[in-house]
């Protein structure tokens, strides 16, 4: 075969084989771009484990009018513009392809209004054909994202989704990962009509306690030490389970690095030995944690997920978190040698 541009369409089907695994892929995206967008509530409606829609409103800056189109385009991004953004970014989204990669697997209506603009627009796309229609829409300052028929286009994707409950059961985890991250934002998610969460705004310690809680458990919220650190510029805050409560399943492992949920092996490496002896191999670490720290010590650009990221000074930070936690636990040795009063 000769060698041939690829439409864009395709082009954008292929790139959303990265980003949109599941209906639970397209949650994390749009809610990362309400709270880069500084909205301060959200609302998510699921129907049908998000096969069937899955909406979300916030109450953020909104989109412009004459923006609509150009947001649905690949590689069209608000929050970067040269390489040196690139390399200190604080947003959550940066690579512009999440709307575009979506709306060429289902059918997507965007609705926007930024507060500034008096009416709203609404443009929607089938599949992203290359023509997508714009009109007048009613809608209070903020942005609606509206996902219906994910992959109804794509049918081997389409067979790949597992039952509604186990499709909820990883968007409920992904609402839960943003809950942690974004403590200051309402969220409220529901199924079928149905309100499942609802994430009051967590801005003083008790609010906080309250949403640690709701997020990950009674018990660990009940156990868990907190935690702060400093050595500037880094920061490492959070909470941490003792070691005698910590269990078999790793349900509780939230580590987020500028306020980005990370699955990083370096930091897992990191927290697993400052427990040392103290935990049983069987045993998983459990812990809420952010390291914040400034953009431009890390590099956030590895992974289309970003669940991934490189530290510059990598070394330092394994040990800066391996101390901080180490010196939290209560170590074995330690309350064993203590002198006993009386
Ligand atoms: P990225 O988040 O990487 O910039 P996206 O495809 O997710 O790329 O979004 C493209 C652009 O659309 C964003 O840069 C932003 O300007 C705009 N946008 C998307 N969602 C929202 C929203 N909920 N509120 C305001 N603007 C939005
Ligand atoms: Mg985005």
Redesign the pocket.
């Known amino acids: 075969m000769p060698i041939r541009q690829l439409p864009a369409r395709l082009a954008n089907q292929i790139a959303a084989g990265e980003v949109v695994e599941r209906p639970s892929s397209v949650v994390k ?1 749009l809610v ?2 309400s709270i ?1 967008a500084g909205a301060t509530e959200l609302i998510i409606d699921i129907e049908q484990g998000g096969a069937r829609r899955i909406r979300i409103r916030d109450n953020g800056q909104g989109i412009a009018h004459d923006e609509l189109e150009l947001a649905l385009s690949r590689h069209a ?1 608000s929050k970067i513009s040269s390489l040196d953004d690139l390399e200190s970014i604080m947003s ?2 940066f ?5 575009a990669s979506i709306s060429s697997v289902s059918r997507l209506t965007l609705t926007s209004k930024p507060a500034v603009q008096s009416e709203a627009w609404q443009a929607y796309c089938e599949g992203r054909e290359m023509t997508v229609s714009i009109q007048p829409a009613a809608h209070p300052d903020g942005t609606t994202v509206d996902v219906q028929d994910l992959f109804f286009n794509t049918p081997a994707r389409r067979k790949f989704l597992r039952t509604e409950k186990t499709e909820f059961g990883h968007i409920d985890e992904v609402v839960k990962r943003i809950a942690l991250g974004a403590p200051e934002v309402r969220i409220q998610l529901r199924h079928n009509q149905r309100k499942v969460r609802d994430y009051r705004p967590a801005i003083t310690e008790p609010q906080q306690i309250q949403r640690l809680k709701a997020v990950a458990g009674n018990t660990f919220a009940g156990d868990a030490l907190h935690i702060v650190n400093q050595v500037d510029p880094w920061q490492l805050q959070g909470w941490i389970a003792p070691a005698a409560v910590c269990r078999h399943q790793g349900d509780v492992q939230y580590m987020f690095v500028n306020g980005r949920m990370m699955k990083d092996k370096l930091l897992n490496h990191a927290i697993r030995q400052a427990y040392g002896d103290l935990l049983p191999a069987d045993r998983q670490p459990t812990f809420v944690l952010y390291l914040t720290l400034p953009a431009r010590d890390v590099d956030v650009n590895v992974h289309p997920s970003k669940h991934e990221v490189r530290f510059h000074q990598a070394r330092q930070i394994h040990d800066f978190v391996l101390q901080t936690i180490r010196q939290a636990l209560p170590q074995a040795d330690s309350l064993e040698g203590a002198p006993t009063e009386g």
Do not use: S, V
């Not at 690579?95 to 709307?99: F, I, M, V």
């Open positions: 995206e990362e771009n880069d991004t959550l989204g690579r512009g392809e999440a709307l």
